[in-house]
C-alpha cells in the first residue's frame, strides 16, 4: 500500500516552483508470513509465529513485545508507534497513518519511547503494554505496531520549468489482533445481489456484505446460476482473507463467457462462522447491441416512410355542384316570333 502526499511551498518571484513528492511505502506482512521484513529492517512478535494474537478483560492491561532487526551494515534509528487497523473496501487489512485519530487498540497501547535504535544486524526488543478502558465493549479489534525509517532523500530535478523532487519514506507494521473477554456476537448482514453486462459478454455479479457482530469472520461465498435459457453455472466470489467487526466489502464474481442469450436466476450463497446467508435476482441478459442496432435500422426506415407520405401530393376528385332537395328544376319555354 502507498501513501502520497505532496507539497507545493509557494516560490518566491521569477524562481523555480518546489513541487516535493513523499512516497510512503508501508509494508503490512501476508497472512503466511513469519515476520515483517524487506531484508533490510524488519519487525515480528517475540512470542508468536506470525501476528500478536492478545486478549483481555475490560480494564485489564497485559504486557507484551515485538521484535525488530536490523540486517545492515549501519545502526538506524526508526519511529515507532501503535495505531488502528481496519478493513479496506477490498477486503485487505489496513493501518492507519501515523497522524488519524486513535481509537481502540492504537490508543490503548504504550511504548517505552518514540524512537529505537537497532545497531547493524542486531535483534532489539520493542516491549509495550496495552490497557483495555474498562467500559470496552467485548469483541475483537485490530491495530499495528509500526516501525518508520527516515526518509530517503531523492535528488531534485527540473522538468518544464519545476523543480520536482521525490522522497521515499518507508513503514513497516505488524498486526495486532485483540480480543475483549465478554458475549461473543457472530452476525453477517448481505445486500442485494446485483449483475451488470460489461464488455463483450462478460458479466459481474456483486454482493454487498458487512460484519454487524462483533468477532472477525472468514466469509467464503458461491454463486448458483440456473437458467431457463442458456447454460447453468457455479462461480466463486473473490472473498477476503478476514472481515473485521463493522467493516463492509463488497464481493465480485466474473462470468466471463455466458451464452448470447440467458434467462435465469442466479443465487449468491455465503458462509462464515455467523452461519450461512443467500441473496437471489433474476438474470436476464441479451445481446443488446444487435438488438439497439436493427431498433435504430426500423426507425429509420419509420421516418424515411413518414417523409414520403408528407412528400407525395394526394388525388383532388373533381368538384359537383349540388341542389337544394325538394326544388323543380324550372324549364324555359320558347315562343315563335310573327314575321308581319
Known sequence: MFRFS???PASPAGALTALLLTVLAVAAGGGAAQAVDDGAIGIRPAHESAFLHLRAAPGGTISNEAVVSNHTASAVTLLDYPVDAHGSATGTFAMDAQNDARHGVGAWVRLQGERIVVPAGHDVPLPFTLHVPA??????????????????????A??????????VVQRQGLRIYLHVDGTAVKALST????????????????????????????PAAELAIASRIGTDARLRFTAPREL????????????????AVQVGTATATVRSEAGTRSATAAFVALPWAPIAGCGGLVLVVLCLVAL??????????????VRPAGRPVRRGRHRAGLVG
Open 6 to 8: 505532496r507539497t507545493v
Open 135 to 156: 467500559a470496552t465493549p467485548p469483541g475483537d479489534y485490530a491495530g499495528a505496531l509500526i516501525i518508520q525509517a527516515p526518509p530517503v532523500i531523492g535528488t531534485t
Open 158 to 167: 527540473v522538468h518544464g520549468g519545476t523543480a520536482v523532487r521525490l522522497n
Open 191 to 218: 445486500g442485494p445481489l446485483r449483475w451488470s453486462d460489461g464488455s463483450g459478454t462478460g458479466t459481474d455479479f456483486s454482493l454487498q456484505v458487512t460484519n454487524t457482530g462483533n468477532t472477525v469472520l472468514h
Open 244 to 259: 473485521l467487526p463493522g467493516d463492509r466489502v463488497t464481493l465480485h464474481a466474473d462470468l466471463p463467457h455466458r451464452a
Open 308 to 321: 414520403r407520405r408528407r412528400r407525395t401530393p394526394g388525388r383532388v376528385r373533381p368538384a359537383q355542384s
